[in-house]
């Protein structure tokens, strides 16, 4: 395409955007709309083309379906679709979801039978979200989910974990097949690789049960032996079969710690108080290893957090963090959980 032809594209875009009433984010809605037609210019293949309708229609939907609660704090429980009603870790499932429900949590599932079932049912309809998949041989989306219609479909498998990821704080697996084994490993892989912030992940099992500690034997004698992974990438995971403690880990990674943000090398993270001149101090002798060069220092708000309006009355704290120290992170977020200034 010729650049008068790209010209005259976009203020044929552009016109659109005004007729439809778009003011906000219109160059994202544009490039948006521009792609769509660069897969006509590209002769995409009718499959392909279906695929990037279908998901861009799913994310469509399901951003309408968490927009109303975005400021609501959602955990995303994870377990087997096969799981009977009879079965200790429907209890289990069931227990841990209501009393995050009553602590004011949205309990986020995968809309179907089993624990996802149990899990929409203790959260009770107001405050549980489904994002249920369309399958050829699986039951229909729960019913706690679907009569309160707060629930979306998926076509596909991986709009459907973008949505189940991206909207939460907190994620709870419980024993399940290959698809929740997908799932919890594709949540480990963003933490590992920096690819999501640091969020609490928990691994409940029925009480006495031995699942989750048959994973971590695996990955103790076989993974980390092999060099495939890092000694503390298990850190970041409590592996649990109390529900009360699945609770306190995912409501207590959040008692003080707020958010981060990387200004180029510089690691910042956001506290809800302001931690002590001594508090700092001991910061530092514990975790002077994270550090590549300098010292964990409070700052002030810096200039892009100030033009971006990024939580910027929040007391924050600066580092230069070593690469690979993510389950490191992780300590130092409990410690800053811990600090007596934590109200």
């Not at 994310?59 to 799981?83: C, E, I, N, W």
């Not at 809800?272 to 409070?298: H, Q």
């Not at 957090?305 to 993510?326: G, T």
Request: net charge negative; hydrophobic share 45%; proline share 5%.
């Amino acid at each position: 395409m010729s650049e008068l032809a790209q010209d005259e594209l976009k203020t044929a875009i552009d016109h659109l955007l005004d007729e439809t009433g778009i003011g906000l984010n219109r160059s994202l809605i544009r490039k948006i709309v521009r792609t769509g037609i660069q897969l006509g210019e590209d002769d995409t293949d009718r499959l392909n083309l279906k695929i990037a309708s279908a998901a861009l229609a799913e994310m469509r939907d399901a951003f309408r379906l968490f927009q109303p609660y975005a400021d609501v704090p959602k955990v995303t429980v994870f377990g087997s679709a096969r799981t009977q009603h009879d079965d200790p870790l429907y209890d289990q499932a069931r227990s841990v979801a209501a009393v995050l429900a009553e602590r004011g949590w949205m309990v986020v599932t995968g809309a179907g039978p089993g624990i996802m079932q149990a899990a929409a049912e203790g959260a009770g309809e107001k405050m549980a979200l489904g994002v249920s998949i369309r399958l050829p041989f699986e039951e229909k989306p729960s019913a706690v989910v679907a009569k309160d219609t707060q629930s979306v479909e998926m076509k596909y498998f991986f709009t459907r974990k973008l949505m189940l990821v991206k909207e939460s704080t907190g994620f709870i697996c419980l024993p399940g097949g290959f698809g929740t084994m997908d799932e919890m490993f594709e949540l480990l892989t963003l933490q590992q690789t920096g690819k999501a912030e640091p969020m609490p992940i928990v691994l409940l099992d029925e009480p006495g049960g031995r699942f989750w500690r048959g994973l971590e034997k695996f990955i103790v004698e076989t993974l980390i032996p092999a060099g495939v992974i890092s000694p503390d990438d298990l850190d970041r995971v409590l592996i649990t079969d109390s529900a009360e403690e699945a609770v306190a880990e995912i409501t207590g990674f959040w008692r003080n710690y707020d958010s981060l943000r990387w200004v180029d090398d510089v690691l910042v993270l956001r506290l809800k108080n302001m931690p002590t001149d001594a508090e700092v101090e001991r910061l530092n002798e514990e975790f002077s290893s994270l550090v590549t060069e300098g010292r964990i220092e409070l700052i002030d708000a810096l200039p892009v957090e100030v033009a971006d309006k990024d939580v910027v009355d929040l007391p924050r704290l600066a580092l230069r963090l070593r690469q690979r120290e993510v389950g490191g992170l992780y300590h130092l977020i409990g410690a800053l959980n811990s600090l007596p200034s934590a109200r």
